[in-house]
């Protein structure tokens, strides 16, 4: 379903790291294809985990042009010169510019508007897309505070572990501290729940406690809980969406179709992540 109207952007975020926020960035990208809509992938760290998943880029093979260029306004090169075909039809990349990237952040703090220059860009290709999936990095600089300040709702990726609930708080606290001191909204779309470990005791009451908190924050559990699943990360590692695995089992066959609904409730809500 193209479209000329602006596209949607969403950021996967959660300032704990290895929840799962790039497996369901890419996950979040297939389903989009899957349903016919055209999709731009924002690589927002220097580790470059979905760049090399997507692409053939990495820190040996460099792509032309990178997400540090399109931050750094002493670049010559644009956004489009950045933004590369992937190995799926229809979803695009804008690369992380891997050890690029981490340097150009400390050029970027003496830039007045820095901040900014990630959204600035992505205005540029707007039409050009339904949906701009961000994958950030687990970290509060100013490399993650543009990949906020670019996107429209944010889905935070979180797994149930003690360590990890306390990364949503401080997420949560992040979205505040943007709201409040560079005046953005950055409404949340949900949470996804991954990497449950079913037998787990402490799983099954952190869980519970996830579920009583999106309650009193009037957020969407989006989907089911996902399971560690051992194809799910395969195909992840490789690009590959759950809809294209060559066996796929009953439980890659729900990972498929919870995305679909994951990504049609994101185009049947409003920006304020309620539904029409
Ligand atoms: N549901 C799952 N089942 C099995 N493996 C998973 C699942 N979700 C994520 N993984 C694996 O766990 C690891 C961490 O996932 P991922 O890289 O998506 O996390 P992340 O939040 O993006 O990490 P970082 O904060 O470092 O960017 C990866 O090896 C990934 O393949
Ligand atoms: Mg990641």
């Not at 949340?188 to 952190?206: K, Q, Y």
Request: glycine share 6%; charged share 20%; hydrophobic share 45%.
């Amino acid at each position: 379903m193209a479209s000329s109207t602006k596209a949607s952007k969403v950021v996967f975020g959660n300032l704990k790291g290895g929840v799962g926020k790039t497996v369901c960035t890419g996950q979040a990208a297939h389903a989009a294809v899957v349903l016919g809509h055209r999709v731009l992938i924002v690589d927002a760290d220097p580790q470059g985990n979905i760049t090399r998943a997507f692409t053939n880029f990495d820190t040996v093979n460099m792509p032309p042009a990178s997400l540090a260029d399109v931050l750094d306004r002493r670049a010559s090169a644009t956004i489009h010169d950045a933004i590369q075909p992937t190995r799926r039809e229809g979803i695009s990349i804008l690369p992380s510019g891997f050890d690029e990237l981490q340097a150009v952040q400390d050029a970027l703090i003496s830039q007045p508007g820095a901040e900014n220059s990630l959204a600035k860009a992505l205005r540029e290709v707007d039409q050009d897309f339904d949906f701009i999936f961000i994958d950030s990095r687990p970290a509060t600089d100013l490399i993650t505070r543009a990949a906020f300040m670019a996107a429209d709702r944010m889905i935070v990726v979180i797994q149930p572990e003690d360590w990890a609930i306390r990364g949503l708080q401080m997420t949560l606290s992040a979205v505040e501290d943007l709201k409040e001191y560079l005046d953005k909204d950055l409404p949340v779309a949900g949470w996804i729940i991954n990497l449950v470990n079913p037998s787990r005791n402490d799983h099954a009451e952190n869980l519970e406690q996830l579920k009583a908190m999106a309650a009193a924050e009037n957020v969407p559990i989006l989907g089911e809980p996902i399971p560690s699943t051992a194809d799910l990360g395969r195909l992840s590692v490789v690009g590959m969406g759950a809809d294209e695995h060559p066996k796929p089992t009953p439980r890659i066959r729900n990972f498929a179709s919870m995305f679909l609904s994951i990504v049609e409730s994101l185009s049947t809500s409003t920006q304020n992540g309620v539904h029409a």
